[in-house]
């Protein structure tokens, strides 16, 4: 399967929120969230888009000093397994090294592929928050990303 990853743009917003309300039903994030995250310098919005165009996925980052966060990241159900959340988060995660000190997430504790996901590319969970999320009510895992070379002096 043939996709590329580039930031996402306003042009791409109602896609993306149609793709959310499908990925997470429960608590999708707004258009307009996703307008405000493209508006912020501080958040890094990236798309998975198909060879028609079409979105695939998406992730968004946030940075604050040296430390990134991963708010969100969904692939569409008919392309998963295919690579695309590989291909998104390999792309942040080449954003963070050598400009943050570490990368963190929240991920249900029942998301067996998410979690799979995260601990491919090197996060490691270190804490739990007791009934984080709603409907259902459920534990969120606190999963890091720890990069050897934060941000130095001389940069
Ligand atoms: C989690 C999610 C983003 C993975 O997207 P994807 O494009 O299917 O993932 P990829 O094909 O790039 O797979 C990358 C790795 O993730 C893990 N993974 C993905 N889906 C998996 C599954 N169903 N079971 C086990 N591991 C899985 C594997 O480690 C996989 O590597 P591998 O192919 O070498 O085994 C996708 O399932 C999704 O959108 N889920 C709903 C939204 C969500 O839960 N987002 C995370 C919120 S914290």
Same mark, same amino acid.
């Given at each position: 399967?043939?996709?590329?990853i580039?930031?996402? +743009?306003?042009? #791409?917003?109602? @896609?993306?929120?149609? !793709?959310? @309300? ?9 258009? *307009?969230?996703?307008? $405000?995250?493209?508006? /912020?310098?501080? %958040?890094?919005?990236?798309?998975? @888009? ?8 998406? =992730? ?11 708010? /969100?990241? =969904? %692939?569409?159900?008919? &392309?998963?397994?295919?690579? %695309?959340?590989?291909? !998104?988060?390999?792309?942040? +995660?080449?954003?963070?090294?050598g400009?943050?000190? &570490?990368?963190?997430? *929240? &991920? ?7 979690? $799979?996901?995260?601990?491919? #590319?090197?996060?490691?969970? %270190? ?10 009510? *459920?534990d969120?895992?606190?999963? +890091?990303?720890?990069?050897? #070379?934060?941000? +130095?002096?001389?940069?």
């Amino acid at each position: 399967m043939s996709f590329r990853i580039i930031p996402m +743009t306003a042009d #791409h917003v109602s @896609q993306v929120a149609a !793709l959310e @309300q499908v990925c997470f039903p429960a608590d999708p994030w707004s258009g *307009e969230l996703f307008r $405000a995250a493209l508006e /912020n310098p501080r %958040v890094c919005p990236l798309l998975a @888009q198909g060879e028609d165009g079409g979105v695939l996925g998406y =992730a968004v980052l946030s940075v604050v000093l040296d430390e990134g966060s991963l708010d /969100n990241i =969904a %692939v569409s159900p008919d &392309v998963r397994r295919n690579g %695309v959340a590989d291909a !998104l988060l390999s792309a942040l +995660t080449g954003f963070g090294r050598g400009r943050l000190s &570490v990368l963190m997430l *929240e &991920v249900r504790a029942s998301n067996a592929p998410a979690i $799979a996901l995260y601990e491919k #590319h090197g996060f490691a969970a %270190v804490g739990r928050r007791k009934n984080y999320y709603d409907a259902p009510k *459920e534990d969120a895992i606190l999963m +890091t990303l720890e990069f050897k #070379h934060g941000i +130095t002096a001389a940069e």
